[in-house]
Nanobody, 121 residues
Framework: QVQLAESGGGLVQVGGSLRLSCAPAGRTFSGLNRAWFRQRPGKEREFVAALTYIGGTVYADSAKGRFTISGDNVKNTLYLQMNSLKPEDTAVYYC???????????????WGQGTQVTVSS
């Protein structure tokens, strides 16, 4: 399994922005679907956004219009630009990578350790 490391989380005020980054150790993202999930306090993990290996993007309704997922093939890094942040965006955000067709489960995909995002009102 590829090892993933997230960074960029922190404390931000309502309406602010953060950019999360994720880089794999020991290999590139080439050929992998990538995504960001999050786990809000007291809630189950939920899908936020995905970037397919051919460049397509998918967003959860909660992320549409505010979040942008992107990848930099030169830097081998996945990003999640988050704008207009709300208190309900407070969560641990996880970077996930998986082979096409394998799904996002912890058995099938590689998950990072997560990075905390806290939005204060």
């Amino acid at each position: 399994q590829v090892q993933l490391a997230e960074s960029g989380g922190g404390l931000v005020q309502v309406g602010g922005s953060l950019r999360l980054s994720c880089a794999p150790a020991g290999r590139t993202f080439s050929g992998l679907n990538r995504a960001w999930f999050r786990q809000r306090p007291g809630k189950e993990r939920e899908f936020v956004a995905a970037l397919t290996y051919i460049g397509g993007t998918v967003y959860a309704d909660s992320a549409k219009g505010r979040f942008t997922i992107s990848g930099d093939n030169v830097k081998n890094t996945l990003y999640l630009q988050m704008n207009s942040l709300k208190p309900e965006d407070t969560a641990v955000y996880y970077c996930v990578a998986t082979s096409p067709g394998s799904g996002w489960s912890s058995q099938a995909a590689a998950w990072g350790q997560g990075t905390q995002v806290t939005v204060s009102s």
